[in-house]
């Protein structure tokens, strides 16, 4: 298959970005045969990154799998503003950890930190598992931190969540990569989309270290009330705006 047939196929299968996945794809196979299914499967609707096993996030590979939200490039704005505040031998907390990329990414960062990460989902913990073992970390499965070690509270410097925050009634309006191929749960955030950050919000004084910060991504029309759920919680909020990437994150203070 040509390259010049590759972009075609990717094209008329509806690929927006139908070169750069189309390289992707043939640095991926190692025969034409695999080519030719994982080409098959893109144009059959499923995501490049689960198609290929990987996506490129914060300058880094992180593994991904079929059933384990992809997570977005945006995304990588948590990371910049959380990075910063860490140091070598600094706890992170990474809850709906999903492929576990926020907590790699900060690690690949800065080296020395110990990530704990966590997701209801048994097959995104396996996954997060095997990409947070090169740098130390480790996943379980459980509701938040519900399965996390009681020793862990009020040491972390940073709890990083990346929340389902889409309201439910928009869920049918997504993408179908996402919308057929990611479990529901990794999107839908209930009636206004922020029910899983309220329930992040109220828990994570109880895990921060005083100065320590939680970090969650929302859409711009729901930082005022993220960041009233994150005040109501005891934390001291603030909106961080990324106009290039259209990414709008709350961040929450524990005081002391």
């Keep these: 298959m040509t390259s010049a047939d590759l972009v075609s196929r990717l094209r008329a299968a509806g690929c927006v970005f139908a070169e750069e996945e189309a390289?992707?794809?043939?640095s991926s196979a190692s025969t034409p045969a695999q080519l030719e299914e994982m080409v098959a499967r893109r144009v059959a609707g499923d995501p490049l990154e689960h198609v290929v096993g990987w996506v490129a996030f914060d300058g880094g590979r992180v593994a991904v799998e079929p059933g384990v939200f992809v997570p977005r490039q945006r995304t990588a704005y948590l990371v910049e503003l959380a990075a910063p505040l860490l140091r070598t031998g600094d706890t992170v907390l990474d809850l709906c950890c999903g492929s576990g990329a926020?907590?790699?990414?900060l690690a690949?960062?800065?080296p020395g930190i110990t990530v704990h990460a966590s997701d209801i989902d048994p097959v995104a913990v396996a996954c997060a598992a095997r990409n947070l073992a090169p740098v130390g970390g480790s996943a379980v499965v459980g509701d938040l931190a519900a399965s996390l070690s009681p020793s862990l509270q009020g040491t972390a410097a940073v709890v990083v969540a990346n929340v389902p925050y889409v309201?439910?009634?928009?869920?049918?309006?997504?993408?179908p990569e996402s919308r057929d191929h990611e479990p529901r749960g990794t999107v839908d955030g209930g009636d206004d989309g922020l029910d899983l950050l309220r329930r992040v919000a109220s828990l994570a004084p109880t895990w921060l270290r005083p100065g320590g910060v939680l970090f969650c991504?929302?859409?711009l029309d729901q930082a005022p009330a993220a960041t009233a759920a994150f005040a109501d919680a005891g934390l001291v909020a603030r909106v961080h705006r990324d106009e290039a990437r259209e990414t709008t994150a709350v961040s929450g203070r524990r005081a002391g």
């Excluded at 390289?23 to 043939?26: D, G, R, S, Y």
């Design 23 to 26: 390289e992707v794809l043939a």
């Design 102 to 105: 926020l907590g790699l990414a």
């Design 108 to 110: 690949r960062r800065v």
């Design 167 to 175: 309201p439910s009634a928009a869920v049918a309006l997504m993408p």
């Design 217 to 219: 991504e929302v859409s």
